[in-house]
């Protein structure tokens, strides 16, 4: 808007009082140089036709017909804040925390600061197979060391890093030819410090094979695919931690009794790219569920959902 031709004055209003949303709550801490858009962001929430108006509640403070008198024209872009469930049996327990709750809190979004997930444990599932499970796992699994030019707040570094967890799961229901993650974040994970990155040769396919993708997609599937096959080279005992990349495995039921003891998952085979079970049921122990299987938005009043 501002590099049109219009004249315009634009502000730019915020539940937080602070701005750029998810480049401070949803980007991993660790990743600085992704956050370093925020500087365009600011430049642009500084210019002179630009106002932001922050700690203020669409709803609470104010109304959508509100809005609609005093602007030409409001534009709702506030994303989808809540994590969507697993449906199934369980995830009710203490220690499944969705991942837009559990990245917020290791990124000390206020509204999640509280959350204070028990990791007293040795072994953490995340169920997904895309950046937002692989920032999760890598966050767990790094060395203050590591961390030291991220912003990770204190709170989540005392925790996670005192935490004995030894082992993280990275399941998904179909395989890793249909896997989201990008190759820049999976290849990070075969360099870490302390951790080594683990697969079951087995369950990679040789080639990408034929698929209908764009050939830039097919292309960063073939990046993906050679780099789990890296991953099926390492050892359990190369490092002391450890992450496994399951696939073909979609959750069932989240075993414990008020607390996560376990999760039962069922193999699964693709079927015109779905993820169809096969009646064949294995566990995983773990004390922490972090589903990463995307995310649901909220209704404003007055407008369409």
Known sequence: LLKSDTDVQVDVIDRLPTPFGLIRAGVAPDHQTTKKIQKKFGATLTNPSVRYFGNVDIGRDLSLAELREMYDAVVLAFGAPFDHKL?????????????????????????????????????????????????????????????????????????????????????????????KFTNVELREMGKLEHCVSLVDPAQLPEEVGDVDLSDRDKRLKERNLNTLKEFADCKPSDKPKRVHFVFYASPVEILGDDRVKGLKLERTKIEDGRAIGTGKFFEIDCGLVIPAIGYRGTSIEGAPF
């Open 87 to 179: 449906g199934i049996p369980g995830e009710d327990k203490a220690g499944v925390y969705g991942s837009a709750s559990f990245v917020g809190w290791y990124n000390a979004h206020p509204d999640l600061r509280n959350l204070d997930p028990a990791l007293d444990i040795k072994a953490v599932a995340v169920i997904g197979v895309g950046n937002v499970a692989i920032d999760a796992a890598r966050v767990l699994v790094k060395d203050s060391a590591e961390m030291a030019d991220s912003d990770l707040p204190a709170y989540a570094a005392e925790a996670i890093q005192s935490s004995p967890i030894t082992d993280v799961y990275i399941i998904g229901r179909r395989g890793p030819i249909e896997a």
